[in-house]
């Protein structure tokens, strides 16, 4: 079929909107008509090379929402119709995966920024020539997308779904990170204090989630004066622009001698260190943050040996089919407004949205795609 995609087609490029060919669904696929998606930093890495595996021409996008168009004969748990969000991709069989763990597949970096299917193969075309897609098994920067049903993740039918793509990344990081990691199961940390370092989405999104969780106080570090201002609005009772010793002294001071918890999201090695040493004895940083490879970040051992945890997560340690449903009922209820952080472009204006994310004005670029 027809589609229309924004293309990278060399690295650091600029996207650019194309016709393409896209197969047919293999047996454990889904046809999505996707209405809306998400634009994380990580398309951007992908588009500046950040990725050595990633080849181009490629399509990315991979906070996908929409409609099931079609699915392959063997998915039996979706059907033509269903409003879906689609989440990060896993393999099913390494260890990781098979401890339930989906996040930490070892496969993970083939999946997520090979250009191709599991199998190898290559659904997009143009010219018969092939485009690599199948980022994070989904390139939803296009009218349609190919996805397998595993990833996906039905949605409420009173769900308004073309604000909800981001939750497929970026949001269930943040929000994975306080009330999947902080707080497990049958675990409560409410009252307990809590630091955000960088409200961008995803910082935002764990703010969001602290609120939920009854955490106080609940810090905002940042250095743009306007997120902090937002970050207020949606539950931080303390904003500080980071300015280093000092902020660390603030924070010590409103908390008392440290935070139990620290979400670390900016990938600035200055912040993460200064996270850390803003912990109190037995507080827990956790990292989400994603850096360049190969770069490194001291602490002091002592410090660190009192107690203190940091620890690494990726998608907010969600098992999506379970997690993003729960985030969709916060949304509902207005205790998760995701849509605060939310500015929306049409797909056309791709380069304006990537400008925006990279330079701060908007906290959460949403595209719309042309139908
Ligand atoms: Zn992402
Ligand atoms: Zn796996």
Redesign the pocket.
Known sequence: MKITAAIVPARSQPFEIQQLDLAAPLTDEVLVRILASGM????LHARDGYFPNLPYPIVCG??GVGVVEAVGAAVTDLAAGDPVVISFPYCGQCEPCSAGRISYCTNARALKSGGRRADGSTPMSRDGAPVYSCFFQQSSFATFALAPAKDVVKLRRDAPVEWLGPLG??LQ?GAGAVLNVMQPPGTSIQGQSIAVYGVGGVGLAGLMAARIAGCDPIIAIDRLPARLALARELGATHVLESKGGETLAEIRKITGGGTHFALETSAVPQIFRLAVDALRALGVCVLVGSARAGTEVTFEMPWLQGGRTVRGVIQGDSRPRDFIPQLVDHFMEDRFPLDRLVTRYALADINRAAADAASGATIKPVLSMPH
């Open positions: 994380c930093h990580t398309d991979h906070e990344c970026g990081t």
